[in-house]
């Protein structure tokens, strides 16, 4: 059986994954927050912006699904130590441990500044909608960096929405069903072929804004479509925002911060006045993001 690190093990995408795989890998699991492992998995607490942490928990695993970091457009410092530090880490980490294969979880804010009238594929150049869409966009440069020069395997996951069911009308297009998302994640562990992949983590959407041609080619079936759920979440779908609606990435395109689903411990400020202001700006528009 497969050794497998999931890092942010403990978010919600982590927490879908790892119910999703047991059983079929020793999962090990990592995350700056507490987390209980159950049977057939082990934790390790560790910050991933530190190497030493990211070197200790990456020894002897067959593959990384690098989940970790900070999950939604907000300050600076925090997606500087999590996303661009601790992506750095993860791959030098892996590489100095002789890792070769890493799946990240990219998201589809590396590309939310595509119109919602455009189906893209994985082939578009990158078009972040925010400070968190161009740590993604890094993540993914990193990736490419990491399989030219060192001939890692690579499988880039350019997450939607993972959740039991969607969430609203930008999530139709968008979502990623648990069991979808497990699929999605075995194809790029076990696919003997991967080098640098792009793919999009998303179910069969009717109304899906993607081509994901590379993922089907790679052997991915997903069984849910979103689409089912659509008269529900119409029906209580609230008034819209003019660019948030006209953009893939929503309100990501219009707002300073999202409002963070699995918030992270408080890194330590720079500077107690930054943090504040950070802050104010959360409050404030952590009302309209959706
Ligand atoms: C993401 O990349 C986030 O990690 C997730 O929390 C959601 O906000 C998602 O995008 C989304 O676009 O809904």
Known sequence: MK????TGAAGDVGTHLRRELAGKYSLRLSDLRPLKPAAGEKFARADISKIADVLRITRGVDAIVHL???SVE???EGILSANI???YNVFEAARRNGVKRILFATSNHAVGFYPRSQ???????????GRYGVSKAFGEAMASLYADKYGMQVFLMRIGNVNPAPI???RLSIWL???DLAQLVSIGIEHPDIRCEVVYGVSRNARSW???ANAYRLGYRPLDDSEAYAPEILAKEGPGNAIGDRYQGGAFTHVEAVPNPAPLPKAKPAKPAAQKAAKKVTKKVAKKAR
């Not at 050794?3 to 999931?6: G, V």
């Not at 189906?119 to 909608?129: E, L, M, N, S």
């Open 119 to 129: 189906t893209i594929d994985h082939r578009v150049a990158i078009k972040p909608d």
């Open 3 to 6: 050794t497998i690190l999931i």
């Open 68 to 70: 970790g970091g900070y």
């Open 168 to 170: 609203d009308k930008r």
């Open 177 to 179: 069903s648990p069991r």
């Open 210 to 212: 993607y081509d994901n």
């Open 74 to 76: 907000g300050p600076w």
């Open 85 to 87: 530090v601790g992506c």
